[in-house]
């Protein structure tokens, strides 16, 4: 389905929305316009498509979908998240850009999701979708937040946990920058190059 054809099925959705809960007649003949507009098209997403089991609002989330599998202004986003949680969009960026070079879709040999990297388990904990961009974006700056929180705004730190895992760190008795030295190799070499990252946005 075209941008164009994805756009006409929004307004007339947007207007049966609008009129629904005001004038049921009206909310009702842009539902049947809708119907027929889906029915005309007979495919979305380049899939055959049949209306006669879906709602207009089902409908909505096939077309949304359709528009949040698109390239997303990322830049904008992550000043949302920035503002959101209080953690600097230099910060979020070198993490991104160490955890998965700004892929959207990418997925680690350890099974890690998305733009942050965030392992299943740590989206459940959260309450996001790992594969949803913004999700992702949205719940690994969260996370990031708490980490600072328990490291008293101490990025090393909170980056070390992000990647080593702060159980671990507890384990090996890590609360210090120097005692990062006690975690892998892996960990000490992700905080360099975040820190480096960071250092590099900062210039920007």
Known sequence: MRTEQIAQLLAVYLLQTAYASS?????MMFGAILDKMLESQNTLGGQAYQNNSKNSTEVFSDIKKIIND???????????????????????RAVIKQESG?????????????????????????????????????GGTRYLRNLLNSFSGNKALALAAYNG????????????????????????????????????????
């Open 70 to 92: 698109s390239p997303k202004d990322l830049d904008e986003a992550i000043k949302e998240v920035s503002r959101k949680y209080g953690v600097e969009e230099e910060l979020i």
């Open 102 to 138: 700004f892929n959207q879709n990418a997925v680690s040999k350890a099974g890690a999701i998305g733009l942050m990297q965030l392992m299943p388990s740590t989206a459940k904990s959260l309450g996001v979708n790992p594969y949803d961009a913004l999700e992702n974006l949205d």
């Open 165 to 204: 895992g702060i159980g671990r760190m507890k384990r090996l008795g890590v609360d210090t920058v120097e005692e990062i030295s006690k975690m892998p190799t892996e960990t000490r070499n992700y905080v360099n190059k975040v820190l480096k990252n960071y250092e590099q946005y900062k210039k920007l």
């Open 23 to 27: 004038n049921e007649q009206t909310g």
